[in-house]
């Protein structure tokens, strides 16, 4: 049996369907907090058994899980600790966990509580098998919270400001590209236990090329204005002294410039790992984006 948390997220979406497509006849206990919207694992004939509930809820996780062999943690790693300690008590075999490239970043503000809870779990490997997978920022629809808001901003606006140069790497990855990657990882279970893959798209891009690919994927013709950093951060400091609900904080600008480029050539070998260039994969999110309010792609 399968215990799964995340199911109804963006990349949980995209592992049912791929199990539907497989015509996947084994168990699958969910966790779903509840007031989850569960229809898409209602309507999937797959042997979903549900089990309402939160993550913070230690009893009910442990309880939970008991018969559960292997463990597929999606929901957040804020709760990966709970989900491999009852994992060790239900004698669960094998744990594979989502958790992020995030470690990576050089700003502790970002990456210390990940790499903190990530490393006190990998001690554990010596009494559970566990994989950590680590998505880079996941796009792919409206339900992701990044892209999403820049397809918005570049459909309503002519200008975009550009904190820096916009030459600093990205590759974020499509939450179809996640969903089949958990996947392959329990389907090579002998190459993939006790591993941990960093899963980016395709390629890195710089940021700026990015903006201009989803522009041009609007049918806009986007205006990028460069501000420099330095004045980037002044204008940063400002834009959220004068709006609560900045897009951007000034903490992020600083971030921005870090290179976000990882290589993906252990999970290619591994699992067959092989993601959508953002080229493509964007245009899934910006047809839907225009078709949710008749809008059209209709360049200015
Ligand atoms: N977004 C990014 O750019 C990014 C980048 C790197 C890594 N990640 C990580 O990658 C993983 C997959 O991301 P995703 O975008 O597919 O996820 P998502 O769309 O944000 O969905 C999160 C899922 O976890 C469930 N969940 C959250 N808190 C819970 C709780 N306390 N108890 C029970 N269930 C809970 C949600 O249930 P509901 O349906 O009730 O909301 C939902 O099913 C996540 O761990 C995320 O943190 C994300």
Redesign the pocket.
Known sequence: MLYL????????YWLLERLKREQCAGRIRC???P???TSHLDSSNLAIEKVAG???DRDLVTKSMEGARVVLH????K?STTVVDAAMRNGAEWVIL?H???RYSKYKSASAEYIQIEDDILRMRDRIGITVLR????YGSS????MYRLVDYLYRHKFFPMFGSGENLMQPVH?RD?GNAYYDTICNRSSTLNKGYNLPGEHALPYIDIVRTVSQALGRNTVIVKIPLRASVVAARVYNALDRNAMISVEQVLRMQEDKAFDYADAARDFGYSPVPFEAGILDEVSEYLASAGRCGTRR
């Open positions: 948390t995340g199911a109804t997220g963006h990349s949980g966790l779903v907090r007031h989850s919207d939160d993550l913070s999606i929901a957040s790693i709760h989502v992020t490239t995030g998505p880079t920022m996941i339900r992701d919270r990044n939450a996640l």
